[in-house]
């Protein structure tokens, strides 16, 4: 079993700046890719981002490419979200996820945080 619990949400005015993460323990000493999903009300779970578990590939979605940006650190067993430039449309629960690639699709991944807010004001 891998825990993973994610700090670093908060309210933030649009075009301000956050950085998320994600720490993990129980089983890290596997191989476990990243990845950072966002569910905002009403609107299904998305893909943000994602790391593989070197660190040396990463994926990002469309809408966050440029402004966003994911890293690893394995000594700490944590995974950032580094949230730049951020609009309204940010808004959402942000999850960290585990999984064994650094896939877009949720069901890639086995083990999930409980989220953090990030909600950003216009």
């Known amino acids: 079993q891998v825990q993973l619990v994610e700090s670093g949400g908060g309210l933030v005015?649009?075009?301000g700046s956050l950085r998320l993460s994600c720490v993990a323990s129980g089983r890290t000493g596997i191989r476990y890719a990243m990845g950072w999903f966002r569910q905002a009300p009403g609107k299904e779970r998305e893909f943000v981002a994602a790391i593989s578990?070197?660190?040396?590939?990463?994926?990002y979605a469309d809408s966050v490419k440029g402004r966003f940006t994911i890293s690893r650190d394995g000594a700490k067993n944590t995974v950032y979200l580094q949230m730049n430039s951020l609009?309204?449309?940010?808004?959402?629960?942000y999850y960290c996820a585990a999984g064994s690639a650094p896939a877009q699709r949720d069901t890639e991944y086995s083990y999930w945080g409980q989220g953090t807010q990030v909600t950003v004001s216009s």
């Open 87 to 93: 609009k309204p449309e940010d808004t959402a629960v």
């Open 13 to 15: 005015q649009a075009g």
């Open 53 to 59: 578990w070197s660190g040396g590939g990463t994926v």
